[in-house]
Nanobody, 115 residues
């Protein structure tokens, strides 16, 4: 059974930082591409950052220079370091694991940026 479990969300002031974690089980973590998506109220889910099995990373323009995606193969965990957070970063953040036609999602973790 595949499980992706996110953690690390919460309430933070503008300009603050958070680190999200996504622990994966039930998959061969090293061969999957991993991604972080987010969905704000009334908006479509969007890709925030991704990392390939070869450790290539990509980012949405809105988070470039502020967010960093990384992964620890020894812990089967992918991280999203979020810095200089803005109110518009408020959303539910989802972890995704993808390999060809296999596509798995976590349950999401809420991030709220507000003073």
């Amino acid at each position: 059974q595949v499980q992706l479990v996110e953690s690390g969300g919460g309430l933070v002031q503008p300009g603050g930082s958070l680190r999200l974690s996504c622990a994966a089980s039930g998959i061969i973590f090293s061969i999957y591409g991993m991604g972080w998506y987010r969905q704000a109220p009334g908006k479509q889910r969007e890709l925030v950052a991704s990392i390939t099995s070869g450790d290539s990373t990509s980012y949405a323009d809105s988070v470039k220079g502020r967010f960093i995606i990384s992964r620890d193969l020894s812990k089967n965990t992918v991280y999203l370091e979020m810095n200089r957070l803005k109110p518009e970063d408020t959303a539910v953040y989802y972890c995704n694991a993808a390999l060809r036609r296999r596509d798995y999602w976590g349950q999401g973790t809420q991030v709220t940026v507000s003073s």
